[in-house]
């Protein structure tokens, strides 16, 4: 009983570490007209985070970023080293949370939904339609060299290929509503 109550425990400790996920995903937004949304990128670590690099792209003939920042969590941490770059059709943002002596060990605790990054994206041209673009994950894309989405736990880097989730958002396009114009009546006295 004792043998199979301690392989019961170990294969749920193993297990539970080989199957949790690390996952990046990137929230939908929706604008009307030409007004400009802030969109979210949210983390699942298994483990605390020390670092990630974000890569995202976006069609530029619809949208245009600004406002690229770090995200509630990555401020939270203190993070020291946050470098954002516009670059075109997309943007880079790499993060190091400890990156200047002294070294005290700042991470990202683990954890679900953590808000790492934020940035606004401004259409480019009003619709007739509802439009839905993508803004996704690209890896190997951006920058010189490219970089990838990646995470930074335990001094290693985990990327899309060694289990890193990536979901992608979508950025829906409302065409603005109606243009209008009206005279008010009023009332008045004849000999007025």
Do not use: C, W
């Not at 392989?7 to 990137?26: C, E, P, R, W």
């Not at 509802?130 to 335990?154: C, H, I, K, R, Y």
Request: charged share 10%; proline share 5%.
């Amino acid at each position: 009983r004792l043998r199979s109550a301690l392989l019961a425990v170990l294969f749920t400790v193993i297990g539970t570490h080989a199957f949790a996920q690390n996952s990046l995903t990137i929230t939908d937004g929706q604008s009307a007209g030409l007004a400009s949304e802030t969109l979210s990128v949210l983390m699942d670590a298994d483990d605390s985070v020390e670092g990630f690099v974000l890569a995202i792209t976006y069609d530029s003939a619809l949208l245009s970023v600004s406002d690229i920042v770090a995200g509630s969590a990555t401020l939270a941490a203190s993070a020291e080293l946050i470098v954002p770059e516009t670059l075109p059709g997309g943007f880079t943002l790499g993060v190091v949370v400890d990156a200047t002596a002294p070294f005290d060990g700042q991470e990202i605790s683990a954890g679900t939904d953590l808000q790492i990054a934020a940035f606004t994206l401004t259409p480019q041209t009003i619709v007739t339609t509802v439009t839905q673009s993508a803004v996704e994950f690209s890896d190997g894309v951006l920058n010189n060299p490219p970089l990838s989405n990646l995470l930074v736990q335990n001094g290693q880097s985990i990327d899309a290929s060694s289990g890193l989730g990536l979901n992608n958002g979508t950025m829906t396009l409302l065409p603005p509503p109606p243009d209008s114009m009206r005279i008010e009546s009023t009332s008045f006295d004849s000999d007025s």
